[in-house]
T-cell receptor, first 113, second 114 residues
C-alpha cells in the first residue's frame, strides 16, 4: 500500500523567504501526486497536481512542485512566501487506477509578517 | 456552483452510540470518498463509492459503513462509537473514481465522542 511522508511538522518563515516542503512517497507503481492546502478555518483546497509529463508543475498562488521519480519525491516550493500563505499543507498520492488518496501528516507553515 | 456540502457541521455523541454523517457531492460528480482526520494528522481514507458501488475501503473496522444514493449523495455510519472516533470526517467528490480525477473536499463534520 502507498504511504506518504512529510518531513517537516512545523515550518516558520518570515515574509519573502523561500519555501520548500518535503514529501516522499512509497509505492511501486504509477502514481498521481497532489498538494492540498488548508487555510485556517477553511476546507482542503487543491494547490497543484502531477499526473504525467513535465515533472515541474505549477499551481495556484505561485506554488510549484517537482516530481523526482528516482527519489520518490514531490517537494513543494515557493520563491517568496506571504503572510497569507500561513496554513497547513498536505501531500497526497493515489494509484493510477483509483483515487483513494493517502495523505501525509501535514506541515504547518507559519509566515511572520 | 455549490461545492461539496456536509451535515451536520458538529456533533457530540457518547461512547456506544451510533452516528450518521451526510454528504452531497458537487453537481455532476458521481464519486464520493470519505476520510477521517484526527487532530494533528492527515486525512485517512475510509471509503470510496462510485455509482452506488463501493470502489475502495481503507483500514477501518466493520463499525464503519457507508452507502451512496441514486442522487450520488452519501452517508457514513459509525456504530458503537469509541473515544478514538473523535475526529473531523471529510467527504470528497470527483467525477469518477479514476486516479487522475481531482477530489474536491467539503468542510467536514467534527465529531466528538465523550
Amino acid at each position: 500500500a502507498q504511504s506518504v511522508s512529510q518531513h517537516n511538522h512545523h515550518v516558520i518563515l518570515s515574509e519573502a523567504a523561500s519555501l520548500e516542503l518535503g514529501c516522499n512517497y512509497s509505492y511501486g507503481g504509477t502514481v498521481n501526486l497532489f498538494w492540498y492546502v488548508q487555510y485556517p478555518g477553511q476546507h482542503l483546497q487543491l494547490l497543484l497536481k502531477y499526473f504525467s509529463g513535465d515533472p515541474l508543475v505549477k499551481g495556484i498562488k505561485g506554488f510549484e512542485a517537482e516530481f523526482i521519480k528516482s527519489k520518490f519525491s514531490f517537494n513543494l516550493r515557493k520563491p517568496s512566501v506571504q503572510w497569507s500563505d500561513t496554513a497547513e499543507y498536505f501531500c497526497a498520492v493515489n494509484a493510477f487506477t483509483n483515487n483513494d488518496m493517502r495523505f501525509g501528516a501535514g506541515t504547518r507553515l507559519t509566515v511572520k509578517p | 456552483d455549490a461545492g461539496v456540502t456536509q451535515s451536520p457541521t458538529h456533533l457530540i455523541k457518547t461512547r456506544g452510540q451510533h452516528v450518521t454523517l451526510r454528504c452531497s457531492p458537487i453537481s455532476g460528480h458521481k464519486s464520493v470518498s470519505w476520510y477521517q482526520q484526527v487532530l494533528g494528522q492527515g486525512p485517512q481514507f475510509i471509503f470510496q463509492y462510485y455509482e452506488k458501488e463501493e470502489r475502495g475501503r481503507g483500514n477501518f473496522p466493520d463499525r464503519f459503513s457507508a452507502r451512496q444514493f441514486p442522487n450520488y449523495s452519501s452517508e457514513l455510519n459509525v456504530n458503537a462509537l469509541l473515544l478514538g472516533d473523535s475526529a473531523l470526517y471529510l467527504c470528497a467528490s470527483s467525477l469518477n473514481f479514476r486516479g487522475q480525477e481531482t477530489q474536491y473536499f467539503g468542510p467536514g463534520t467534527r465529531l466528538l465522542v465523550l
